[in-house]
């Protein structure tokens, strides 16, 4: 939305978010979990490595859609919102790999495992370079200054 000027500011993600062509300011750096149904036998371990996640054969990564609303080919079930991933993960169909705030408020039937090798995510805030918006220059104020 951003890209489309339908939004003047956004939270992007990276490594995950292209910020390329926009001005950006990080907010905060995390690590990742894996999410995993609470007795999988890997929930029990102290972290994981990448390649142990994505090959467990029967908890896939979920497919989230494109652009453009199609799905990429793939095992993990489609998803459209983390409502129904945790769900999925709950009954044993999927895992996922989140930034570790994805930890807070984790729902019963579920537990989290460092990702010790995942890439680390840098929230950002980002804007066009070209925007004179003081709402714009307020709202990234405010988020530096958290």
Do not use: Y
């Amino acid at each position: 939305m951003l890209r489309t000027g339908r939004a003047d500011v956004a939270l992007l993600h990276r490594p995950f978010d292209d910020t390329a062509g926009f001005d950006t300011e990080d907010l905060h750096s995390e690590g990742q979990i894996a999410i995993l149904p609470a007795r999988h036998p890997l929930g029990t371990r102290p972290h994981l490595r990448l390649a142990e996640v994505t090959a467990v054969p029967d908890l896939p990564l979920p497919r989230w859609p494109r652009p453009d609303g199609t799905f990429p080919d793939g095992p993990g079930p489609q998803v459209r919102d983390h409502t129904q991933l945790t769900q999925l993960i709950a009954l044993g169909r999927a895992c996922a790999i989140v930034p570790e705030s994805g930890r807070t408020g984790l729902r019963e039937g579920l537990t989290a495992v460092p990702v010790i090798d995942a890439p680390r995510v840098t929230t950002v805030i980002a804007w066009p370079p070209h925007s004179r918006s003081t709402a714009v220059a307020g709202l990234v104020r405010a988020a530096t200054a958290l």
